[in-house]
């Protein structure tokens, strides 16, 4: 059973990767700041009595749905407000949304970087994020549960509801179209 500071210390682990997550997949800051916190709530109400170990899992499956749920209830408003108005689009403006924080830099703790290699560090972040945002949902899911998440195959199947080889097919999709991309963009890892 994970005790309460358990339970905080995960959760505190999870949440920037959470919210990044969540904002690839809804592209709005707002929603994805909500999307997270019920997540978290839901893990912490409804699991907080589970094994430390069986979080992270939990926590992603949770969070999928969560999306999920984000989509269909803006299908459903989209729908009814189309019904309601004729005038009324039932889309909401997404120029808005707050730039990403960068990840601290990487290295020795106190250990200043260069300006000149964390303005490239951030220019390159920033085009990675964006590709990632472009690609398929289901390919950006695997993607991100697989390498940033670092969960394996079969753990990466669980949270997806979906096969093994599927997992593998979107991961492979997915570095190929990112590899090309950057390619295009003359970026060379």
């Given at each position: 059973?994970?005790?309460?500071?358990?339970?905080?210390?995960?959760?505190?682990?999870?949440?920037?990767?959470?919210?990044?997550?969540?904002?690839?997949?809804?592209?709005?800051?707002?929603?994805?700041?909500?999307?997270?916190?019920d997540a978290?709530?839901?893990?912490?109400?409804?699991?907080?009595?589970?094994?430390?170990?069986?979080?992270?899992?939990?926590?992603?499956r949770i969070l999928q749905n969560a999306i999920a749920d984000f989509f269909r209830r803006k299908k459903v408003r989209s729908a009814r407000i189309t019904l309601w108005s004729a005038l009324a689009s039932g889309r909401s403006d997404e120029a808005d949304s707050d730039p990403l924080e960068t990840l601290p830099a990487a290295g020795r703790p106190g250990e200043a970087e260069?300006?000149?290699?964390?303005?490239?560090?951030?220019?390159?972040?920033?085009?990675?994020?964006?590709?990632?945002?472009a690609l398929p949902a289901r390919q950006r899911e695997a993607f991100l549960l697989r390498y940033w998440e670092e969960l394996n195959v079969a753990e990466t199947a669980r949270v997806m509801g979906?096969?093994?080889?599927?997992?593998k097919t979107?991961?492979?999709?997915?570095?190929?179209?990112?590899?090309?991309?950057?390619?295009?963009?003359?970026?060379?890892?």
């Open positions: 059973m994970a005790s309460r500071s358990e339970l905080a210390t995960f959760l505190e682990s999870v949440e920037r990767r959470a919210y990044k997550r969540a904002l690839f997949a809804v592209r709005d800051h707002d929603a994805a700041l909500d999307i997270v916190q978290m709530l839901r893990l912490a109400e409804r699991y907080g009595d589970r094994p430390s170990a069986e979080l992270p899992l939990l926590m992603q260069p300006p000149p290699d964390h303005v490239e560090r951030a220019q390159l972040l920033e085009i990675i994020e964006k590709e990632i945002s979906c096969s093994e080889g599927s997992v979107h991961c492979s999709r997915a570095a190929h179209a990112l590899a090309a991309a950057l390619r295009a963009r003359g970026i060379t890892l």
